[in-house]
C-alpha cells in the first residue's frame, strides 16, 4: 500500500553521486536511508542521479559503490520541499 493512502506524507531526497578524484558520476552506487525504524532503500541510476521518497523527519544515509569508501551523514527529510544531497565517494586504496 502506497505511504501516501495510509495518511503518511512522504518527503524527497536527490542528489547524485561523483567520484571525489575525478569527478565522474557514479551510477548503480547502493542508498540505505534509515528513518526511525524503517529502512528506504535506493540506487543511483546510470547517470549518477537519485531520487527517494522517504517519510519526512531525521534520517542517516548511507551510500557505497564497489571500489569505493563508504559514505555516512544524516540529515532532515522535509515534506515541503526537496532535500539535496550530492555526495563525493572516495575511492578504496589498493594495497602493495
Do not use: H
Not at 21 to 47: Q, Y
Not at 73 to 89: C, P, Q, Y
Request: proline content about 6%.
Amino acid at each position: 500500500m502506497d505511504a501516501t493512502a495510509q495518511g503518511t506524507s512522504l518527503g524527497w531526497l536527490k542528489g547524485e553521486v561523483r567520484d571525489a578524484s575525478n569527478g565522474e558520476l557514479v551510477p548503480f552506487a547502493r542508498i540505505e536511508v534509515l528513518c526511525g525504524p524503517e529502512l528506504w532503500v535506493g540506487m543511483t541510476d546510470f547517470d549518477g542521479q537519485y531520487t527517494l521518497r522517504v517519510p519526512p523527519g531525521p534520517f542517516v544515509i548511507r551510500l557505497d559503490a564497489k571500489g569505493y569508501l563508504m559514505y555516512r551523514t544524516s540529515g532532515i527529510a522535509d515534506e515541503t520541499r526537496i532535500s539535496f544531497l550530492n555526495v563525493d565517494l572516495e575511492r578504496m586504496k589498493k594495497l602493495p
